[in-house]
């Protein structure tokens, strides 16, 4: 079945720097790859997402990149802030099988000031 | 803003019992989705809906079933709790704009089950 797997599982870093978490996806047919964020207590929230026509988004200090041919996303944070702090997961959407989102594991971000 | 409410933050049941989870979108979503989230393990999808009376089995639909009686409202059911089902539940929607174009999912608060 449709399967994303997230690494790493715990990443972490000096404030200020720069945090790289990469997913990768089985589902050809997936065409949306959203991020979402959960700090802890909270529901996931969705901070930024790629759709399978685009090779890059940005949104200030987030971005993502998704490479189709390898079927992998990464998120990229850059000038890391302790508010951060928190796990992210990925996931894969596609048009075929409902419209199931397959999320990865999650990557537990500590960001140390 | 978009409001996606579970109606229980913490439950404890015994086991053996039947469970009842609920949740409440106000946005006329068409989507509707149960996922449990254990440690190490993500989000899991129990189970789908993408339309009132219509529910589709996610990855882990064993030992649980669903109703969608009415379209914002989307109930998780226990049907014989057991200590295996110690877990966040966590319910979201999004809604289906037509074509393949998808959207993101909203997510409720998150009910922590617990079976004693």
């Not at chain 1, 997402?49 to 390898?70: C, F, H, M, Y």
């Not at chain 2, 006329?28 to 254990?38: A, G």
Request: proline share 3%; with cysteine; hydrophobic share 30%.
């Amino acid at each position: 079945g449709e399967n994303v797997e997230q690494h790493p599982s715990t990443l972490s870093v000096q404030e200020g720097d720069s945090a790289v978490i990469k997913c990768t996806y089985s589902d050809s047919a997936s065409n949306y790859f959203p991020w979402y964020k959960q700090e802890l207590g909270k529901r996931p929230q969705l901070i930024i997402d790629i759709r399978s026509n685009v090779g890059e988004k940005k949104d200030q200090r987030i971005a993502v990149t998704l490479n189709k041919t390898a079927k992998h996303f990464s998120l990229h944070i850059t000038e890391t802030q302790p508010e951060d702090s928190a796990v992210y997961f990925c996931a894969a959407k596609g048009s075929t099988g409902g419209f199931k989102t397959i999320f990865g594991a999650g990557t537990r971000l500590f960001v140390k000031a | 803003d978009v409001k996606v409410t579970q109606s229980s933050r913490y439950l404890v049941k015994r086991t053996g019992e039947k469970v009842f989870l609920e949740c409440v979108q106000d946005m006329d979503h068409e989507n509707m989705f149960w996922y449990r989230q254990d440690p190490g393990l993500g989000l899991r999808l129990i189970y789908f809906s993408y339309d009132v009376k219509m529910k589709e089995k996610g990855d882990i639909p064993e030992g649980y079933s669903v109703s969608r009686e009415k379209k914002e409202r989307f109930s998780l059911i226990l049907e014989s709790a057991s200590t295996n089902q110690t877990s966040m539940y966590l319910c979201a929607s999004s809604s289906w704009t037509g074509g393949r174009t998808n959207t993101e999912a909203f997510f409720g608060q998150g009910t922590r089950l617990t079976v004693v």
